[in-house]
Structure formats: C-alpha cells, structure tokens
C-alpha cells in the first residue's frame, strides 16, 4: 500500500460528458502529480502541484484541469470527454520535487 | 526534450534464470533516474532512485546500476513473484518525469 488514495476506481461515461478524479496523497507529502496511462501512449505527465500552486504541466489537454486544496487532496476535471480520453489516470505523491513518486492505484475512466 | 527507451519489449525467463533489463535515456540536467515495477491494475511501485554515474542501488534479487547514458536492473535468480512490468524514468532539469514504455517479465516456474 503506497498511501496514496485514489477514487473512484473506475468510471464509465459518455462522450461530452465532465468528470473529477480524486486524489489523497500520502501523510506529509506536499507534491501531487497527475499521469495518464494508455496502451499506446506509456505513462504521460500532465500536471503537478506543490503545496497548493501549479508548479510544472506537461502533455495536458486544455480540456483538463487541475487543482490542490488546502489539505493537500487534488482534483483532475476532464471535460468535454471523447473518446481517446479512456484511460488510466495515475495520482503520485512526493515529500518535495526531485523525491521518489509514489502512485496510487489509479482510476480507470472509459468514455463509450 | 528528455526520452527514455527500454529494452526489451518482454523477457521470458525460468526461474532462476538471470537476466538484465536496460534503460537508455537523454536528459537535459539528471536530477535522478527511477525504477519501478507495476503489477496488472495496479500503480506503479517504487523500487530505486540513482543520481549519478557509477552509483548502485540492490534490494532483494534486484540490482540497479547507472551510467552517463543508460541504467541496467539486474533480476539475480528470478522467481515467478518478480513477474511484473518494470518501468524507467527520468527526471530532468524541470523535475518532470518521463517513463519508458516498460519491460513486461514473465518468470516461469
């Protein structure tokens, strides 16, 4: 068990549809990031938080967005959903930049 | 912009079979090169973490080793327990993290 909680565990919606994963990352750990995982893609950065402010994006759609609360729990909204958004999408958590991530489970979102 | 390649694709061992995974990379400014396994439905798990040439990092029947340009994870006299997707990654300059597609290990019994 890594510590960090993610929910639901799976998701099924239609195209056009908004969605909002959840993420609790582990006791103490002020880093979140958020990965996208696909058969033909591997694991993709999209976005990272450190205390409560964007701190680096990657390969994110502008259909997507990000945030951090004040205790620390991040959500990833997914809007306008297609399609190729069927994915696994992967929460990890760090004490600081630079540190070992550590990942959730995940949440599995399929688009029909 | 950073790329992480590894090879092979899949490796097909018996147990007690030894055998070595390899990660080539190019990074702008290491900041560490990672390693973890991941199971079927489940998120990646942290194995290592090695920040400079030369440095070595060993738990249980894993070895992982760096150079300037790839890293290698020696798998000692495998069992099937070990059978799982090993992943790289790198973190660069930005400390973004970019993986590799992953060797998938199958240790036969």
């Known amino acids: 068990d890594s510590g960090v909680t993610q929910t639901p565990k799976h998701l099924i919606t239609a195209t056009g549809q908004r969605v909002t994963l959840r993420c609790s990352p582990r006791s103490g750990d002020l880093s979140v990031y958020w990965y996208q995982q696909s058969l033909d893609q591997g694991l993709q950065f999209l976005i990272q938080y450190y205390n409560g402010e964007e701190r680096a994006k990657g390969n994110i759609l502008e259909r997507f967005s990000a945030q951090q609360f004040p205790d620390l729990h991040s959500e990833l909204n997914l809007s306008s959903l297609e399609l190729g958004d069927s994915a696994l999408y992967f929460c990890?958590?760090?004490?600081?930049?630079?540190?070992?991530?550590?990942f959730g489970d995940g949440t599995r979102l399929s688009i029909l | 912009e950073d790329q992480v390649t590894q090879s092979p694709e899949a490796l097909r061992l018996q147990e007690g079979e030894s055998s070595s995974l390899n990660c080539s990379y190019t990074?702008?400014?290491?900041?560490?090169l990672f390693w973890y396994r991941q199971d079927p439905g489940k998120g990646p798990e942290f194995l290592f973490t090695?920040?400079?040439a030369g440095e070595e990092k060993e738990k249980e029947r894993l070895k992982a080793t760096l150079t300037k340009k790839e890293s290698f994870l020696h798998i000692t006299a495998p069992k099937p327990e070990d059978s799982a997707t090993y992943l790289c990654?790198?973190?660069?300059?930005?400390?973004?993290?970019?993986f590799g597609a992953g060797t998938t290990v199958t240790v036969r019994a």
């Open positions: 090695l920040y400079s």
């Open positions: 990890a958590s760090s004490v600081a930049v630079g540190q070992p991530q550590h």
């Open positions: 990074v702008s400014g290491l900041r560490g």
């Open positions: 990654a790198v973190g660069g300059g930005d400390y973004k993290l970019s």
